[in-house]
């Protein structure tokens, strides 16, 4: 027995990265998935790559009309999602004496709105049993330079998560969180990183950056009964960078 089969899956972000990895794990495990993105130069990829495998819509996760409609035609489609994952993401980075405004409002509507767009529109369409997975970030538990506006959308984003796992507990509709380390996908080049994600590698425990399909089983095991009993959960997958010291370091 597969662990989605039968489910409606949407994909927030999902043209490349952790839910590109994603939309590939859910649909091999029989679900039937529909991922967004807005770069249309992804989006063709995206398309070649994941036909039969899954749908590929023009949906900017922060705009709530677009997420009206996205949540509007799920319905008219399926009557129903069992599965949300709401992985679009931004970086901006830059120290809080020097980032500008625009990249603030920008990573809180993208990082934090657009979540709490899709939870309101889309809970009503989640019968008992379903289950919303939020991506924020091991990067809210720890005070780094550059990374703060981020962190914070993210810190907001793991509160949104338990109050929303609260306030859908009644309905049968669990919500966690899956907080990654650094993981190698192309968010860090869009960020201007110049060091790549491989620089984080002597940080972490476990001695490498993540990949998106560490990411994604994870993903899976909180959209799945496997996790059945667990809401409101923020779950690290992160090599253990946040919680252990690397021996000898
Ligand atoms: N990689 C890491 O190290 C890491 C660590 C912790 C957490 N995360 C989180 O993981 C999530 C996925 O990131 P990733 O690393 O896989 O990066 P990625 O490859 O850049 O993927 C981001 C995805 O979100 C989409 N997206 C961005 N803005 C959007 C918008 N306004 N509306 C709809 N889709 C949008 C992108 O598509 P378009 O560009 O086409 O819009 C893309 O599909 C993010 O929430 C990120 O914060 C990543």
């Known amino acids: 027995m597969k662990k989605l089969d039968g489910k409606i899956a949407i994909i927030t972000g999902g043209t490349t990265g952790i839910g590109l990895a994603s939309a590939k794990l859910f649909a091999a495990e029989g679900a039937r998935v529909t991922v967004t993105g807005t770069n249309p130069q992804t989006l063709a990829t995206a398309r070649r790559d994941l036909e039969g495998l899954a749908e590929v819509v023009a949906s900017d996760a922060?705009?709530?009309?677009?997420?009206?409609?996205?949540?509007?035609?799920?319905?008219?489609?399926?009557?129903?999602?069992?599965?949300?994952?709401?992985?679009a993401g931004i970086?901006?980075?830059?120290?809080?004496?020097?980032?500008?405004?625009?990249?603030?409002?920008?990573?809180?509507?993208?990082?934090f709105k657009g979540p709490w767009l899709a939870v309101r529109s889309f809970a009503p369409l989640m019968p008992r049993g379903a289950s919303i997975v939020v991506n924020t970030s091991m990067t809210h538990l720890v005070g780094r330079p550059y990374t703060g506006v981020y962190a914070a959308t993210k810190a907001a984003l793991a509160s949104l998560t338990?109050?929303?796992?609260?306030?859908?507990?009644?309905?049968?509709?669990?919500?966690?969180?899956?907080?990654?380390?650094?993981?190698?996908?192309?968010?860090h080049a869009k960020a201007g990183l110049a060091?790549?994600?491989?620089?984080?590698?002597?940080?972490?425990?476990?001695?490498?950056?993540?990949?998106?399909?560490?990411?994604?089983?994870?993903?899976?095991?909180?959209?799945?009964?496997?996790?059945s009993f667990m809401t409101g959960e923020e779950l690290l997958v992160d090599g253990g960078m946040t919680r252990l010291l690397r021996q000898g370091g």
């Open 162 to 187: 338990r109050t929303a796992a609260a306030e859908l507990a009644g309905a049968g509709v669990r919500v966690n969180a899956v907080s990654p380390g650094p993981v190698d996908t192309p968010i």
């Open 195 to 227: 060091a790549g994600v491989q620089g984080w590698a002597s940080q972490i425990p476990l001695g490498r950056v993540g990949a998106p399909d560490d990411i994604a089983r994870v993903a899976l095991f909180l959209a799945s009964d496997d996790s």
């Open 62 to 87: 922060g705009s709530a009309a677009e997420i009206e409609q996205l949540a509007r035609d799920a319905g008219a489609r399926h009557g129903r999602v069992d599965v949300l994952f709401l992985n």
């Open 91 to 111: 970086t901006r980075y830059g120290l809080l004496t020097a980032i500008d405004e625009q990249a603030v409002d920008e990573s809180l509507r993208v990082n």
